[in-house]
């Protein structure tokens, strides 16, 4: 099928494991993040957000953490499976605006069963 | 609940044609975005409607690009003429976010993968 995860970093991780997204912001501006999940030949898809006044959040099994210091957010999913294969991209945007998501470059994760 | 509808899923032109995709939003959701996602890159906001205006099309290619949502529901994007560098896959999302004063989740639609050759 199609494949948005061309030449986007790659991270290869065996069915059961821990895998550890990471993704560095811009904007020093941004008080709001949303991690999404885009598998093959669809749209992305919302799976967790966390605002600048938390510095972790967690979901069904991902978590993410966020560092203002350095502008780094992670996505840590537990215990992954085949299905969590796709791209997840981070996106920053500022509250009080119009909320529109500021999307990074993506990473493909590939889960070996 | 149905999801966001887009037509068609693929299609191939020659540069210079011209071509329209269309949206249907999830039922009820006020606000309508247009994407262009470039292979292995995020999505970029194009245009984004509340109901049928428009709140920001600060990026959108005006000078060959173009969008409308006459009656607050459906959504086309036509791009004439067009060029190599438009090859891409043009999302729509819509949201409930009747004002955009606070964050609403947008629900992305499959996508156009758009080929120019």
């Known amino acids: 099928g199609e494949s948005v995860g061309l030449h986007l970093p790659t991270l290869s991780v065996q069915e059961g494991d821990n895998s550890i997204i990471n993704c560095a912001y811009s904007n020093s501006a941004s008080d709001y993040f949303i991690w999404y999940k885009q598998e093959s030949g669809k749209g992305p898809q919302f799976i967790i957000d966390?605002?600048?006044?938390?510095d972790k959040r967690q979901g069904q099994r991902v978590t993410v953490l966020l560092n203002k210091t350095v502008k780094h957010l992670s996505l840590q999913i537990a215990a992954t499976q085949p299905g969590d294969s796709a791209v997840y991209f981070c996106a920053e945007t500022i509250s009080g605006g119009s909320y529109i998501p500021t999307f990074g470059r993506g990473t493909s994760l590939i889960v070996h069963p | 609940e149905a999801g966001v509808a887009q037509s068609p899923r693929y299609k191939i032109i020659e540069k210079r044609q011209s071509v329209a995709f269309w949206c249907n939003p999830i039922?009820?959701?006020?606000?309508l975005y247009w994407y262009q996602q470039i292979l292995g890159q995020g999505p970029k906001l194009l245009i984004q409607f509340q109901n049928n205006g428009v709140v920001d099309d600060s990026q959108l290619p005006k000078d060959r690009f173009s969008a409308e949502r006459l009656k607050g529901v459906d959504s086309t994007l036509k791009i004439q003429p067009a060029k190599l560098e438009d090859s891409a896959v043009y999302l729509c999302a819509s949201s409930p976010a009747e004002v955009p004063s606070s964050y609403n989740e947008q629900f992305f639609g499959p996508g156009t993968r758009l080929t120019v050759l």
């Open positions: 966390i605002r600048s006044n938390m």
């Open positions: 039922s009820g959701h006020a606000t």
